[in-house]
């Protein structure tokens, strides 16, 4: 169903994207590592899951939204070993002998290593010597930021030592993310940079086919002077954001306004948290100032001119110029004709509607 909230595991719910689909398939079955770009709720982990279905491949899926550090890193990997059966049965002997972990009932366990990078070097590794062609997803990437280091090294060890096993990474192209598609001569994957795939959200007319056909799968009729209403309004072609107004309208059976005014307000909530926690050790005066002016679109001079605002002194045009480009790279802003706006709707109606410092 399209209006299912979570991630698509299946083509026959994948909407609108045959081409990205196909692209993906071609790429993975070429064993060529690929990075998958675009704004959150733009349906990447949705793209990736249901190529899984097309590849001959072991999969092995990572989550790694609020994971930090190589901890966080070797938690996820355990995580998504354990939920692919085929592979926990393959490497459930030589785990124990890996140092931090453990084998029970439940699968994999993993307590705090000594040094958790070599223990997550050695599962990876075991992964490797394995027979077959294996897929590690990793994804929302740029979690793993502050182990970049580390990180590039690992990946750069694992293409030259393993062929058979292909890394996806999904995130926006900012940080790590720039680092693994733009490696530098000094980087260690410099020349092995994986294949970039955007994803961008749906055109109104496409946006306009996805509500009719899931209202259509749950037999309820919307007129469609409402549908264009809404997405023109609130939702604008975020994938993310027309399941949620969809599920609460066929799902919850909320009549049309109520279900656009609940899909703004539980779309307000996510936005804010995910906005805090890209904040998190960056300049917040700065970049929150750019993206409020950017909200109503607004040229350089204008968001150099609300920085300076904001922060009550001057601020040179280097500063200016970094916050922009982190944000059009974080996919938070887009630029056309040199005048810089807001992307998401729900973004957009936080800034210019919450009080936020």
Known sequence: MLFDLNPKESQKELFGREEELGELVRLLKARRWVAVLGPRMVGKTSLVKVANTRIDQNAVYLNLWGAKGTQGLLNALVHGRNSSRGLLQKVKDGVERIEGLSVGPGGVSVAAPKKPLRTMWDLLSMIGKQKGNYVIELDEVQELA????????????????????????????????????????????YGRSPAKLYLRPFEKTKAIGFLDKGFEEYGVEVPQDMIENAIEESLDGIPGWLALYGNSVAVGRMPLEKALSETVSEGLKIVREELEHFLEGRDRSAYLAAMKAAATSA?????????????RSPVNDATVYNVIEGLKASMLIDEQEKVYRVNDPMLRTLLLTTKIS
């Open 299 to 311: 040229r350089w001079s204008e968001v150099k001119g609300a920085m300076e605002a904001r922060r």
């Open 146 to 189: 502050v182990i970049s280091g580390h990180l590039l090294k690992m990946l750069a060890n694992i293409f030259n030592t393993y062929p058979n096993m292909t890394f996806v990474f999904t995130g926006s192209i900012f940080g790590l993310m720039r680092t693994l598609v733009e490696p530098k001569s000094s980087s260690p994957l």
